[in-house]
């Protein structure tokens, strides 16, 4: 017959269990204090790589882009504030708040044209354009960091992929699964007629026409029933360029 374990036996076994578990939490205590003072070390290396390198950060996209990368792997955010060491010594906080400022008032001034959606490269090349004058060079991932910055302001500021293409939504419009296949094969040539929508998507025609109707109404597209073939083009200045419509003075 097997014989029971006795108390003695009972309290062993639970000490041994405490024994483990207190070494257990000195590893894990031991491995925190090293990853705390490999992450101290990490970013005072990044402090003196910023203040080595400041200009090129400033003016430089490529470089800039690699150095918020660096930065994201530490938890560092150099736009968190324009406030502390990091916007002291780069004035980068500057930089973006100056990026989303002019980004409003492009995606405002084209609204009209493009229902408050328009191209993540078409933007750019109106920041550019507006900023000749400045001496820091303006890159995609800039925009982008810019309107990030911007959804604290609750209006709608979004960045949206619609087939290859990355799309800014200025508006609170929500686009659904029609609108994005239309607006995915306006790309090739800025325009769709309710004939090609149906060819290509094989849809029927009630769909096509109440799809592109929704587009009408919510202010991105616009009707061109100026050709001898008498189909309607609707055009979408979202994937098209715009700047031809709009001069970049008024930007």
Known sequence: MRRRPGIGGLQNAAAARD???ALGDNVAKLRTDLMKEQLSTFRSQLEDFARKHKNDIRKNPAFR????????KVGVDPLASNKGFWAELLGIG???YELGVQIVDICLATRPLNGGLINLEELCKLLRQ???TAREAVSEDDCLRAISKLKVLGSGFEVISVGKRKLVRSVPTELNKDHNEILELAQVQGFVTVEEVERRLTWSPGRAIDALDSLLDEGLAMI????????????FPCVSSISSYVGTDTL
């Not at 882009?65 to 994201?72: D, K, N, R």
């Open 224 to 235: 061109d029933d100026g050709h001898q073939d008498s189909k309607r083009r609707y055009w």
């Open 65 to 72: 882009s690699q150095f918020h990368e660096m930065c994201a």
């Open 19 to 21: 024994q483990f578990r």
């Open 130 to 132: 507006r900023r000749k």
């Open 94 to 96: 500057d930089f973006y």
